[in-house]
T-cell receptor, first 110, second 111 residues
């Protein structure tokens, strides 16, 4: 069973718009929730991460919102740029385990 | 060079052959992971390791074997390759529950 569910599968946004990707997890033992960005032909790279003791974390144009009671978290990309076009993965992690969502292919149109 | 490296980058093998994918990291990270990436499935965990000589199964371990005799190396072996194992394989490493660093991936084609 998939422990992390991610939506949407693909997303098209105009330049300057807001991109929103949502994730939900099952296991309440997860205590670290990173988002990874992946460009074609490359490995995933950490974009931003949050721990469950905070409800929001912002780094530049990227914000994670976290709802512990609902077991959901989301990534918001403000002022989306064509260079943000990539595949985004949410993940849920504990010490020796890290599970990913199925990914969202984001396209930002100029 | 510091970092995490995978080899080979590309591999074509025949059904039934044994193939080993290599992963090496220079940070002495305790935790290492193997994932496969397939369209529509994202990254699925094959095996993970908390330390040398400690490994455990992930979501999709069938048909794969791992070993970890040294902290820095975590090879993945397909004992008898099948076409369904055609995929891109990523190795990752990290310290306890922090950012994971990924290799560049190995694109494996089983014909």
């Amino acid at each position: 069973q998939q422990q992390v569910k991610q939506s949407p599968q693909s997303l098209i946004v105009q330049k300057g718009g807001i991109s929103i990707i949502n994730c939900a997890y099952e296991n309440t033992a997860f205590d670290y929730f990173p988002w990874y960005q992946q460009f074609p032909g490359k490995g995933p790279a950490l974009l931003i991460a949050i721990r469950p003791d905070v409800s929001e974390k912002k780094e530049g144009r990227f914000t994670i919102s976290f709802n512990k009671s609902a077991k959901q978290f989301s990534l918001h990309i403000m002022d989306s740029q064509p260079g943000d076009s990539a595949t985004y993965f949410c993940a849920a992690s504990m010490d020796n385990d890290m599970r990913f969502g199925a990914g969202t292919r984001l396209t930002v149109k100029p | 060079d510091a970092g995490i490296t995978q080899s080979p980058r590309y591999k074509i093998t025949e059904t039934g052959r044994q193939v080993t994918l290599m992963c090496h990291q220079t940070w002495s990270h305790s935790y290492m992971f193997w994932y496969r990436q397939d369209l529509g499935h994202g990254l699925r965990l094959i095996y993970y390791s908390a330390a040398a000589d400690i490994t455990d199964k992930g979501e999709v371990p069938d048909g794969y074997v791992v070993s970890r005799s040294k902290t820095e190396n975590f090879p993945l072996t397909l004992e008898s390759a099948t076409r369904s194992q055609t995929s891109v394989y990523f190795c990752a490493s990290r310290r306890v529950n922090t950012e994971a660093f990924f290799g560049q991936g190995t694109r494996l084609t089983v014909v």
